[in-house]
């Protein structure tokens, strides 16, 4: 299924290689999105959609139903290729001599990559983010301003990139104990916005680029609390906690993906699908629906990310 190509849990290194060999069905993507719109209607909230711009072809008309309905269109790459070196979960069990599993701290084990090279030059990233950016504001009618990594894959010569091409904000960073996706120390980074200094994601003097970290839960050690697999791993009430913490300390970040709702069986995609995909379906949706009713029982304001970011300029 296209939606998770370049995890580390799939065969696929991106979207384009998947639909070079995969000749049955792969819609399993209108469905649920169109009922996260409905969703999204009837707790009468706009979001920000990170969308994976060769959807544009390969699911006409879904693009254009989530525009029409008001919420924000942002950038998640054009295929979902992967800018810098990642662990492949399948390439460390086959080969248990590489040398992926560091040592953060006494509290903190992350499976991370050695050398988080580029895999791709800046020039072919800023070409192929550029083509996305387009697609998605023809397709939308609206300019787009905002990026996210994708697997959340994200450097800071990135950032920099980002604003060149004409993009305002990134939300790809996560500060959090259990893994860490990026080579760049995040000392004084927290769960609120900030400006990234020049070629790196620590936090810095303004800018007129602003970086939007995901939210955590700190317990001595920092839980990731923004949503996607952490909701389904770890249940609603984790990520309350921690969305709860992290609104203290200002504007923060939730999130999670139109198919973690599908009630579908999706085909085998990798060893390590059927884990990945554990729980899905009803279940999580119950979970997104109990995140959503504190957000709107709480009165916390929930916007689209484009709409914040002119009150944090002017501070």
């Not at 119950?286 to 501070?315: H, M, N």
Request: glycine fraction near 6%; proline fraction near 5%; hydrophobic fraction near 35%.
């Amino acid at each position: 299924m296209p939606t998770i190509c370049g995890s580390s849990f799939s065969v696929y290194r991106d979207v384009e290689e998947f639909f070079e060999t995969w000749k049955e069905r792969y819609d399993y993507l209108t469905d649920p999105t169109l009922r996260v719109l409905d969703i999204m209607d009837e707790f009468q909230l706009t979001a920000t959609f990170f969308i994976v711009a060769d959807t544009v072809e390969r699911y006409p008309g879904l693009i254009e139903s989530i525009a029409e309905r008001g919420h924000e269109i942002a950038c998640h790459g054009l295929h979902h290729s992967c800018v810098i070196d990642h662990p492949r979960l399948l390439d460390f069990m086959e080969d248990k001599g590489r040398n992926i599993i560091h040592r953060m701290n006494k509290n903190h084990f992350s499976l991370v990559s050695k050398s988080k090279r580029p895999e791709m030059s800046v020039q072919k990233f800023e070409s192929d983010t550029l083509k996305a950016k387009q697609i998605l504001q023809k397709i939308s009618g609206e300019k787009v301003v905002g990026y996210r990594a994708p697997n959340a894959l994200v450097n800071g010569w990135m950032l920099d990139s980002l604003e060149k091409i004409g993009f305002e904000y990134d939300s790809s960073v996560s500060v959090n104990s259990l893994y860490k996706k990026t080579d760049s120390p995040l000392t004084r980074v927290s769960s609120t916005p900030y400006y990234p200094v020049n070629n790196s994601l620590e936090a810095g003097p303004k800018r007129n680029f602003i970086e939007f970290p995901w939210a955590y839960y700190d317990i001595g050690v920092k839980i990731p609390t923004s949503g996607g697999p952490m909701l389904r791993v770890f249940g609603s009430s984790i990520i309350l906690k921690g969305l709860k913490q992290s609104l203290k300390r200002g504007h923060s970040i939730f999130y999670f993906h139109p198919i973690d709702i599908s009630r579908e069986k999706f085909p085998k995609l990798g060893k390590w699908n059927s884990f990945y995909w554990l729980f899905k379906g009803e279940l999580i949706e119950r979970r997104v629906r109990q995140v959503l009713r504190y957000i709107k029982q709480s009165g916390t304001k929930c916007q689209r990310i484009t709409d914040i970011i002119p009150y944090l300029l002017e501070v």
